[in-house]
């Protein structure tokens, strides 16, 4: 299949042939068609799939023949993305971009934590596209900068995402200000009864698409699990990088505090290394991010608020230097790699007192996943699990949800 089937003008068929996008990805080949005929759709798709082209090349098509079709010269909002985070709002913006560049669409990116007055001053100027969180977004409504009454596209990337943080209080306030007449586009990783329950009022009569099964794992990746104690984990980090001469490998923790720790010890063994989390600046997280792109620095520490919009075509290694206390998140985490039907690995260090956390991943996967004993890393057996008798299932959902919530709040007010 190629994307000349789709009918895509001229124009965006050359900007493709540019980005040397030779066919569509399969999540591309079954949205497109759909979107193009106007229907809502609600789609399954992990990071890393081509989604972003998905949605974007056909509502710029649209867009594109609607203005055609318009004398009025006045710039309208005519699509909405609305994303988690602000690393994902950048990379979703940044994308579109390219893809609109032979177009005389404008994009823009609204995230909080940035200067909002030059945010302000280019939608003075009139955007056709804007790709925001929905805190900003909220923020831009109130004060009369943004005006969504001409809109007709919305798109929620990331859905499931988005309502884990606890956005549907702001996304319920922002859908009073869009149109009733418009096209709506769900995108996630997984589609489970939340998601549904939460968001279908705002989809007409969808078409459900999807390439894989929900709560799956991207295909292509390579998934190994390693026994070991926690205080070995730097080292086995350290020596599986050094000894496969990897570049380019993406660690994830569960805290900032061990980000930290974790990305200093690593610069001590002789990797370069950042770490990025939440704490840290808007300006710090988009160096690290930029040298790790450009392959100045080999080893980026993440935790998963840092860690969802990472657009790195290239990456082949996620490590997992904890597990995520949210299942769903592993899926998040290792989507990173195996990309646009790149192969990639994702290693998955398991201490004693994580058994629980892999037996979580393991229902969500529906899948037995089996840690292996690397040589000379091997966990000591004598020991017992810290809080064994506290990993009860009552206790565990206790205290799972206690954190669930503080982490979500957390993230709130860092979007
Ligand atoms: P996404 O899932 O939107 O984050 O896209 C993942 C990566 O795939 C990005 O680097 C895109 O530039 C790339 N990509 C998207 N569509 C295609 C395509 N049809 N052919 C080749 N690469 C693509």
Not at 232 to 242: C, D, Q, S
């Amino acid at each position: 299949m190629t994307f000349s089937e789709f009918k895509f003008s001229q124009t965006l068929l050359n900007t493709l042939e540019k980005l040397n996008y030779k066919e569509p990805t399969p999540i591309q080949a079954l949205a497109i068609p759909e979107i193009l005929n106007g229907e809502d759709v609600i789609a399954h798709a992990q990071t890393g799939t081509g989604k972003t082209a998905a949605f974007m090349l056909p509502i710029i098509h649209l867009i594109t023949q609607l203005n055609g079709k318009t004398d009025s010269h006045k710039k309208a909002v005519n699509a909405l993305v609305l994303v988690p985070t602000r690393e994902l709002a950048q990379q979703v913006a940044k994308a579109s971009e390219t893809y609109c560049q032979q177009s005389r669409l404008d994009v823009a990116c609204l995230f909080g934590g940035a200067n909002i007055g030059p945010q302000e001053k280019q939608l003075a100027k009139g955007v056709d596209i804007v790709v925001a969180t929905p805190g900003r977004l909220l923020d831009h409504i109130i004060k009369g900068s943004v005006d969504l009454s001409d809109l007709t596209h919305l798109v929620f990337d990331e859905a499931d995402r988005m309502l884990d943080m606890g956005f549907i209080g702001e996304i319920k306030r922002i859908m009073r200000h869009v149109p009733q007449n418009r096209q709506t586009l769900l995108f996630s990783a997984t589609v489970d009864e939340t998601v549904l329950k939460n968001v279908s009022q705002w989809l007409k009569d969808p078409k459900r698409i999807g390439v894989d099964a929900p709560n799956t794992a991207a295909a292509k990746v390579e998934q190994l699990f390693y026994a070991v104690d926690d205080e070995r984990k730097r080292e086995l980090i350290a020596y599986t990088i050094g000894k496969n001469n990897w570049h380019q490998v993406l660690v994830f923790t569960r805290t900032k505090n061990y980000a930290d720790e974790l990305a200093k010890e690593l610069n001590k063994d002789g990797l370069t290394t950042q770490a990025i989390h939440g704490d840290k600046s808007q300006g710090a997280r988009n160096k690290a991010l930029e040298q790790f792109r450009n392959g100045e620095l080999r080893v980026l520490v993440a935790t998963d608020v840092a860690a969802r919009g990472l657009d790195i075509p290239t990456l082949d290694y996620v490590i997992n230097a904890e597990l995520p206390y949210v299942a769903e998140d592993y899926v998040h985490r290792i989507g990173r790699t195996g990309r646009a039907g790149k192969a990639g690995t994702a290693i998955s260090l398991v201490s004693l007192d994580e058994n629980w956390l892999l037996e979580e991943i393991e229902v969500l996967l529906d899948e037995r996943l089996t840690p292996q004993w690397l040589p000379g890393f091997e966990p000591d057996l004598t020991r017992e699990p810290k809080d064994n008798r506290k990993n009860t299932a009552k206790s565990r959902k206790q205290r799972d949800k206690k954190r669930i919530l503080g982490q979500r709040n957390k993230r709130r007010r860092k979007n």
